[in-house]
């Protein structure tokens, strides 16, 4: 929990306009909760002690504001043509409400603001930003959404932003942030087959990225060459640290590709063959920039700087060993409960 009575304030503040966005059975309702979620998480993402987060907050602030003020115009324009009746069906009103709402969200093509935002923020708020910011837009589209060709584009642009953007990245933070954009392909086109399959997609990824986020923040890294030179003598962190990021990664046999491997299932039963194949193609990507983190420092020969020689040995927390066990051992289990049934 946070230290003191404002951050608990504001995190309260934050999950009260998730819900009443996520509740409300108007759009004047949902852009009020989306408007609460803002103005709450602006004052979290400041901190005394690092000059970025001014940048990254005044950054997200404008983006956020812009999207806010799009869809309450696209809101009033649309009551104002269809006389206060907003109709799904039509294919341009579904693209004109969505378009904010996916900015809202960072998915791709509508990502551009979210590395920059991401690199300024400690561990804390980029958890936040990757699973709790991105659940009322996500909510808001899942209400309308139809299987056509705008949301084929969406998938399909944000799967390949996703894994072609993270391939020459040194920066954790920005390999998070373009994992989260792959992520949230597979979560819009999980939206297709009905709320069910999305929900379980998006608490399964969050579970995985609070593993990730957890172990890099204790082990304090932040780019890819700290990752083969940190706890040279705990090796059980090290050992976590790679398993939940090749959960994270889709991998199977762990928990991380049974969310992945049900949307396939899902498109394949709804005739979207090609846009599975290329969905899978790209995670085949996403998959090699998570290997690259994790091949020279699970190799049992690999160079290893004398002066951590000296560190002490740090003990690893209970809720991360707890986290990773469900992480490696989560599809397994499933696949336990299910046959037993």
């Keep these: 929990m946070p230290n003191n009575s404002t951050k608990i304030l504001l995190l309260t503040t934050l999950t009260s306009g998730i819900l009443i966005s996520i509740s409300s059975n108007s759009w004047f309702g949902a852009w009020m909760g989306l408007e609460i979620n803002l103005l709450s998480f602006i004052p979290m993402m400041m ?9 990254a907050s005044l950054k997200y602030f404008i983006v956020q504001a812009g999207a806010s003020s799009m869809l ?3 809101v009033m324009m649309s009551a104002m043509e269809e006389s206060m009746l907003i109709n799904s069906d039509n294919l341009y009103t579904q693209m004109l409400m969505n378009t904010p709402l996916l900015l809202k969200g960072g998915v791709a093509p509508m990502h551009w603001w979210f590395p920059g935002v991401m690199e ?3 561990w804390n708020n980029c958890l936040i930003l990757m699973t709790l910011q991105k659940s009322a837009p996500l909510s808001l589209i899942s209400y309308q959404i139809n ?3 705008f949301l084929e584009m969406i998938i399909v642009t944000s799967v390949m932003i996703g894994a072609i953007g993270g ?7 920005k390999i998070m942030t373009y994992s989260s954009i792959n992520h949230t392909g597979w979560m819009m086109s999980a939206m297709i087959t009905g709320n069910d399959m999305w929900v379980t997609y998006f608490t399964i990824y969050s579970m995985l990225t609070l593993t990730v986020v957890s172990i890099v923040k204790t082990t304090k890294l932040s780019f890819v060459n700290q990752m083969a030179m940190t706890e040279k003598k705990n090796k059980l962190t090290k050992f976590l640290v790679f398993t ?6 889709g991998l199977p046999p762990f928990l991380g590709f049974m969310p992945k491997w049900m949307v396939i299932q899902a498109m394949m039963t709804n005739e979207m063959k090609t846009t599975a194949t290329m969905m899978v193609l790209m995670s085949v990507v996403t998959l090699y920039y998570y290997m690259r983190m994790t091949y020279s420092s699970l190799m049992m020969l690999h160079l290893e700087t004398k002066w951590l020689i000296a560190q002490p040995i740090n003990k690893t927390p209970k809720h991360i060993i707890l986290l990773t066990s469900i992480s490696i051992t989560g599809l397994m289990m499933s696949e336990m409960i299910m046959n037993l049934d």
Excluded: H, V
């Excluded at 901190?47 to 940048?55: A, C, D, L, Q, S």
């Excluded at 939940?244 to 990664?249: C, E, H, M, P, V």
């Design 120 to 122: 300024g923020l400690n």
């Design 244 to 249: 939940s990021i090749l959960s994270l990664g």
């Design 72 to 74: 309450l115009f696209m």
């Design 147 to 149: 299987n056509d060709m």
């Design 167 to 173: 391939l020459n990245q040194t920066s954790l933070r």
């Design 47 to 55: 901190e005394k002690k690092n000059i970025y987060t001014t940048e």
